[in-house]
């Protein structure tokens, strides 16, 4: 073995005879047999990378020959030599790759490997990120969310968030506030990811936001008359908004918003008490900013009225009767008014049920209420009716009605006529069973009165569902089979007046051309078969739907039915069925229940006569006195103001379920 | 060359090999000889002549066997005498140019009579040393075996170039024969 260092090599040639070269060739050699020292580490520019990864490392020293240069290995296996202490791997492929190095030296010793260096290589985008408006249109800095994007690599390190086109953040999560204060207007947001490795999806879908951070100018005016007795009802012009425009108003009572509305009224039926109060509004855009007040309006309030002879009352029905919101104890009221279906009081026919009643009676008598008991027998009445079997032999038959109306009354349904003889004597067993319960609550002297604290008005009409006797109905298109005899309705007066009418032979273009005076007589008619039929018991006649036309047929009723028929309990109900506001007030309704509140109080006050030919739109001011031209009403005290108030929450409580309708109840008796 | 290996040292002396050159020499004629041809007879022609070493740098040294009742011998180079000796050996100092030569010798007896020729021995007479060495390579650095190449050395005197000697750090690794000339010395 040749030791380390240098040697020299000398070579001639000799001949055959012995003869050698003059001189010998001379080759010197250096013998380095000891490797360099390990590279100290490698060091990788990035990881994890996007791109080839760049590696570098400390130069090694050799004492003997040199240090020549350096192997670089991936994953162990060399893949290049290369004479400095850097190197990129255009060919490292995606995952992790771990990097050593070792330096050779001019004899070619190989230094031990060095520590590795792991490079986590990335190539893949991660996915789009999918944006949205946390508000598409904003007062403050705009918000976006986005659903977090995915990375099949090494993971979403980031999302960068773009405004017009120009990057505006990168967070790290998925939401993103674009707190740089950009100018009003519109804005187009889009994100997009960016994984550890560097890689950046494409842009998401744009999202629009609309900044606008000017407030509407106020309100210039606000009215309401004062003073007044009845819910102050507020309007003022339309603001205007330079931005995203006026989106509705809150409504402040002594500096307290009491509500919202998107129009540009608003009726307080919240007050409880009489006094002087002041208003304002402001307008508010859609991006919720907030204008100044408008300018001050101050109502004096006073509603207080203390009124004998009328008794009024709160009646809530739901789809199932005396259940839910239907309070007996309403501290104010004194008389309330539960609506019974037939069927439930009589699931088959002859087996009564009463069960439900006794339960009202209770908890009326335990609050010291009354009642006014109920009955509907329409859509709702029940099915054995039709059923000869069912029925005794004897089925009733029935106005098969098929409606277009958008409103109450909309598809097919199946209603009794009430100069149906067949109805009229189920009906009759019902009443007579009704009578024979209640008597056992106490005195029954009143033929009214079937006991101290109930009051019984049957509604001796059959009406559409849930309802009393509607003296009209809505909107739309009527068609009726009854009997054989079909026709068609395309009128707002439609009735069951004019269904009677069609039973005695008239045709439809007759009823068209009919004036309201024979529409009414035609009613008359109607009531009379079903008064007459129904003497055996202290019945009396319901009556519903007082708006639109059926005011005037009510005209009708008060100056003509109930002098007719003395002794006579007659119910005038109507409903309520206010719009409800946001902040649980009432909407017009509620102006116009004080107005027919009104009208009653100013007719017990006067004792007014019923002017003849009254348009419809002056029921209010004669079906009070027609009221009280019956006679003499019972001697209870009433406080009317208050009925009104406190039905405000049972009307709330029944938007809620939906199906609750309350109705204000003015009921008097005819005179002897 | 670029053939690097590691292998055992090796101490054996390779000796040259030189192919033989046989020379076809002409008869001698000689005028004494062809003259005396009554009386006695003549001597038997010498044997066995050998001329040692061919090719040589050094004077051929010839030698035969002694013919009984011979009192001297002449010895011949190319046909022409160039000595007269009385015992049966002879070193032919005379030579100075290198070059091939062909020797008989004659034995002469008593009577004064030359014997026939002895067959005839050539000698490669070479005193005109090979080329340098030219074109000596091998890596400067190494770690392990080498190789070294050079051209091949040419020789003009006629022996042709027998082999090479080889030194590291000026001690005789040994002699290497011409082809190969690749050669991995020990180390």
């Known amino acids: 073995m040749l030791t380390e260092g240098i040697h020299t090599y000398q070579v001639r040639a000799q001949d055959g005879a012995g003869n050698r070269s003059a001189q010998y060739a001379t080759l010197v050699v250096t013998v380095d047999r000891t490797a360099p020292t390990t590279p100290a580490g490698v060091t990788a520019a990035a990881s994890p990378t996007d791109t080839a990864p760049a590696l570098s490392w400390p130069a090694s020293s050799d004492s003997g020959t040199g240090v020549s240069g350096y192997r670089m290995l991936r994953n162990g296996v060399a893949v290049a030599d290369v004479t400095t ?3 990129v791997d255009p060919a490292a492929p995606s995952g992790d790759n771990s990097y050593t190095v070792r330096a050779i030296d001019r004899a070619g010793n190989l230094s031990s490997a060095s520590p590795a260096a792991t490079v986590a290589v ?43 086109g120009v990057a505006v953040g990168s967070p790290t999560g998925s939401a993103f506030s674009d707190g740089a204060s950009p100018a009003d207007g519109v804005h187009g947001y889009t994100v997009t990811a960016v994984d550890a490795a560097g890689n950046e999806s494409s842009p998401s879908a744009p999202v629009v936001i609309t900044l606008d951070t000017i407030a509407p100018a106020a309100p210039t005016s606000l009215s309401a008359t004062s003073p007044t007795s009845s819910a102050p009802r507020l309007s003022w012009p339309a603001a205007t908004d330079s931005g995203s425009g006026v989106a509705g108003y809150s409504v402040f009572r002594e ?31 859609a991006a919720g900013n907030v204008s100044p007040s408008s300018p001050a309006r101050t109502v004096s309030y006073s509603q207080s009225v203390t009124q004998a002879g009328v008794y009024t009352g709160v009646s809530a029905r739901l789809s199932t009767p005396n259940t839910g919101s239907q309070d007996t104890n309403f501290p104010t009221i004194k008389l309330l008014s539960p609506l019974f279906r037939w069927a439930d009081l009589e699931p088959q026919n002859g087996l009564f049920s009463f069960s439900a009643l006794d339960a009202d009676i209770a908890r009326a008598r335990a609050s010291g209420n009354r009642l006014i008991v109920r009955i509907s027998c329409g859509a709702d009445a029940p099915a054995w009716l039709y059923g000869s079997s069912s029925s005794g032999g004897r089925p009733v038959s029935a106005l098969d009605l098929i409606s277009t109306d958008p409103g109450s009354i909309s598809g097919e349904i199946t209603i009794p006529q009430p100069w149906d003889a067949d109805l009229l004597h189920h009906y009759s067993n019902l009443i007579g069973a009704l009578q024979s319960h209640l008597s056992q609550f106490g005195d029954s002297s009143q033929s009214w009165r079937l006991a101290d604290y109930v009051y019984f008005v049957p509604v001796s009409m059959p009406t559409e569902v849930g309802s009393e006797m509607p003296l009209s109905f809505g909107q739309g298109t009527y068609t009726g089979t009854y009997k054989g005899r079909s026709g068609t309705w395309n009128v707002h007066d439609t ?3 004019e269904w009677y009418v069609h039973a005695q032979g008239a045709t439809s273009s007759d009823k068209l051309s009919w004036l309201q005076s024979q529409i009414g007589q035609a009613w008359r008619n109607a009531v009379d078969v079903h008064m007459q039929q129904l003497t055996a018991a202290p019945s009396a006649v319901a009556y519903g739907g007082l708006l639109g036309d059926g005011m005037a047929t009510a005209r009708w009723i008060a100056g003509n039915d109930v002098s007719r028929y003395p002794s006579r309990l007659w119910s005038m109900t109507t409903n309520l069925q206010p719009n409800v506001n946001a902040d649980g007030s009432l909407g017009p309704y509620a102006d116009w229940s004080s107005a027919f509140s009104g009208a009653i109080k100013l007719a017990l006050q006067s004792g007014g006569v019923v002017p003849d030919g009254l348009l419809a739109q002056r029921w209010h001011s004669e079906l009070p006195d027609a009221v009280l031209r019956g006679g003499a009403v019972a001697g209870q005290q009433l406080q009317l103001a208050a009925a009104h108030r406190q039905r405000q929450p049972a009307v709330a409580a029944g938007r809620k379920v939906g199906r609750l309708t309350a109705s204000m109840r003015v009921t008097g008796r005819s005179a002897p | 060359m670029g053939s690097i290996r590691r292998t055992p040292p090796r101490a054996s002396f390779l000796a040259a090999v030189l192919a033989a050159v046989v020379l076809v020499l002409p008869q001698v004629a000689d005028a004494r000889v062809t003259s005396t041809s009554t009386g006695a007879s003549a001597p038997a022609a010498p044997t066995g002549l050998t001329a040692g070493r061919t090719p040589t740098s050094i004077a051929p040294a010839l030698s035969w066997n002694a013919s009984s009742g011979a009192i001297g011998y002449r010895v011949y180079r190319n046909g022409s005498q160039v000595a007269k000796v009385t015992t049966p050996t002879y070193s032919d100092s005379g030579l100075t140019v290198s070059g091939s030569y062909r020797y008989a010798v004659r034995s002469l007896s008593q009577s004064g009579l030359l014997s026939s020729a002895s067959s005839a021995v050539t000698v490669v007479y070479d005193v005109i040393a090979p080329s340098p060495v030219t074109g000596l390579s091998g890596p400067s650095v190494t770690n392990g075996s080498l190789s070294l190449q050079w051209s091949a050395a040419t020789d003009t005197g006629g022996s042709g170039v027998a082999g090479y000697n080889v030194r590291l750090d000026d001690v005789y690794l040994g002699d290497r024969p011409p082809p190969p000339r690749t050669q991995t010395p020990a180390c």
């Open chain 1, 85 to 87: 202490t850097s190197y």
């Open chain 1, 122 to 164: 990335d190539r893949t985008a991660p996915s789009v990120p999918v944006v949205s408006a946390v508000e598409g249109v904003t007062a403050s800095a705009p918000q976006i969310e986005w659903a977090g994007s995915t990375d099949g690599g090494v993971g979403v390190d980031h999302y960068r968030v773009f405004r017009d």
């Open chain 1, 255 to 285: 500096g307290v918003r009491i509500a919202t509305t998107t129009v540009t009224s608003y009726t307080d039926g919240s007050l409880t008490a009489d006094g002087s109060y002041t208003y304002t509004v402001r307008a508010m855009d």
């Open chain 1, 495 to 497: 009735n069951q007046a």
